[in-house]
C-alpha cells in the first residue's frame, strides 16, 4: 500500500461540527493491550476512526522486555479493525542505565519504521501515553506529537532501579517537545500547563447509557447487597487494608471485583482472604455494563496519593451510566461529577454510607446519575479532539 497522508471529504458532521478536510494516520504508543477491555485510547480511538474513516492508526503495545518475555508471542503486526493495525515492539535492555535506554530506543525506533511502512503511514502524528517516547521522537518522522497524560507515573514509581525524578524528567521533557498535552484530570492540568501552553483539558467519558440488561449469570447466586468495583487491580491504585477490613465489617454483604488483576500474590492472598470477597474475572467490554447495573452500590475504594489523585477514574462515568449509587474515598473526583459521589474515610464508614446509599435509592436518583453523563460521550471527546488538533495545525 502506498503511503499517504490521511485525508477525508470536506463535510459537515451531524453534530454541526466543522468539517476536516486533512486528518492525520496516527502512531499511537499505549500503556495497554489493544484488547476486549477497551481502555480510554481504544474507545477515543474508535470514534476518531467513525468520523475520519480515512485515518489509519498504528497502535503500539506495551513492549516485551527481559521481564515480561511471554509478551514475545504477540510481537506479529495484524489488523484489528478497518483502521487500525496494531504491533509489539521489543525493548531488549533493562532500563536501568542511560546508555540501555538508548539502545532500546533505537531498537524501537527501527521496528516502528518497518510497521509504519508494512501499513503504508509514511509521517504520522504520534499520540502516546508512555513517557518513554521522548526518546524516539528525533528517530521518527513525525507530522507531530499529542501526549495523552492520564497518570503522574512518577508519583506510582516504588523501585529503586526506576527513580521518581527520572520518570518526572521524562514527562516534563516529553510534555515540552509536545506539540498538544491533553490532560485527563484538573491535576494533570495544572502540571502540564508549567510545561506547555497547547496543554488541553480532556477528560474521560463514557459511551451512552442503553436499555437495562439482564444479570449477568456470575452475579445471580453471590449474597446481596454487592458493593462492586470495575478496573485494574493494582496495588498503586487499591487501598487493600481499608477493602478487607470493610468487607470483614460488611458481611454478609458481597464484595466484588471486575477487571485485570495486576497484584503482586501478597496483595493478592491479602484481598481475597475474606471469604465474601470475590473477583468476577476480565469481561469485554460490551459485558462491563450488565455488572455495573447489576451492583447494589460501586466502590472507588482506591488509596488517597499524589498518583491516584492525578487519575480521571473511568470507572466513575461508567458507573454514573449505569445509575449506581458509588462511594469512594476521599479522592478530587471530576468537579462537575463530585457531587454524585458519597466519600468514605474509613472501613466502617464505607460499609455505613454503602448501606445508607442503597437504602435510599430510588429510580429518579438513577436517572440522575445517567443524565449527569449524558454528554460525556466518547463522540464529545473525539469531536472536541479534533478541535484542537485544528487550532494547533495538525489537522485542517
Known amino acids: 500500500m502506498a503511503a499517504r ?27 495497554e493491550d489493544w484488547d476486549d477491555v477497551e481502555r480510554r485510547h481504544q474507545l477515543l480511538l474508535k470514534e476518531i476512526c467513525r468520523r475520519q474513516p480515512e485515518c489509519r492508526v498504528l497502535f503500539v503495545e506495551v513492549p516485551a522486555r527481559p521481564t515480561l518475555p511471554g509478551r514475545l508471542r504477540g510481537v506479529a503486526l495484524r489488523r484489528v479493525t478497518d483502521n487500525v493495525s496494531r504491533t509489539r515492539i521489543v525493548r531488549p535492555l533493562t532500563e536501568w542505565t542511560q546508555t540501555s535506554r538508548a539502545i532500546n530506543d533505537a531498537f524501537e525506533a527501527a521496528q516502528l519504521r518497518r510497521a509504519l511502512a508494512r501499513v503504508g503511514i509514511a509521517r504520522p502524528l504520534l499520540w502516546t501515553k508512555a513517557s518513554r517516547s521522548v526518546g524516539i521522537l528525533d ?29 518526572r524528567d521524562e514527562m516534563e521533557q516529553l510534555g515540552r517537545r509536545a506539540d498538544v498535552v491533553l490532560a ?47 478496573g485494574t487491580l493494582h496495588e498503586s491504585r487499591l487501598d487493600i487494608d481499608l477493602i478487607v477490613a470493610a468487607a470483614r465489617a460488611g458481611r454478609p454483604a458481597t464484595f466484588a471485583f471486575l477487571g485485570p488483576d495486576l497484584l503482586s500474590g501478597n496483595a493478592r492472598r491479602e484481598l481475597f482472604s475474606p471469604e465474601n ?48 449509587p458509588i462511594v469512594s474515598t476521599p479522592l478530587p473526583l471530576a468537579a462537575e461529577l463530585a457531587d454524585y459521589v458519597t466519600y ?50 495538525l489537522a485542517v
Open 5 to 31: 497522508p490521511s485525508t477525508t471529504v470536506a463535510r459537515e458532521g451531524e453534530d454541526g461540527s466543522a468539517p476536516i478536510q486533512c486528518f492525520p494516520d496516527l502512531l499511537v504508543v499505549g500503556l
Open 139 to 167: 528517530r521518527l518522522p513525525l507530522a507531530g506529537v499529542v501526549y495523552d497524560l492520564t497518570d503522574d507515573w512518577s508519583e506510582a514509581v516504588e523501585s529503586p532501579r526506576t527513580p521518581k525524578q527520572r520518570v
Open 184 to 230: 485527563v484530570s484538573s491535576m494533570l492540568t495544572q502540571i502540564a500547563s508549567q510545561w506547555n501552553d497547547c496543554t488541553h483539558y480532556l477528560p474521560n467519558a463514557v459511551e451512552p447509557p442503553g436499555p437495562p440488561q439482564p444479570t449477568p449469570p456470575e452475579l445471580e447466586q453471590l449474597p446481596r447487597p454487592i458493593y462492586g468495583y470495575a
Open 277 to 324: 470477597v470475590r473477583y468476577l474475572g476480565v469481561q469485554p467490554h460490551s459485558r462491563v455494563r450488565a455488572f455495573l447495573e447489576a451492583f447494589d452500590v460501586c466502590l472507588i475504594p482506591h488509596r488517597v496519593t499524589d498518583f491516584t489523585r492525578s487519575l480521571d477514574p473511568l470507572k466513575l462515568y461508567e458507573y454514573l451510566a449505569a445509575g449506581r
Open 344 to 393: 468514605a474515610r474509613s472501613p466502617d464508614e464505607l460499609v455505613a454510607l454503602a448501606g445508607r446509599e442503597l437504602a435510599a435509592d430510588e429510580p429518579d436518583r438513577g436517572e440522575a446519575r445517567r443524565r449527569a453523563v449524558h454528554g460525556m460521550t466518547w463522540a464529545a471527546r473525539a469531536r472536541q479532539v479534533e478541535e484542537i488538533l485544528v487550532e494547533c495545525g
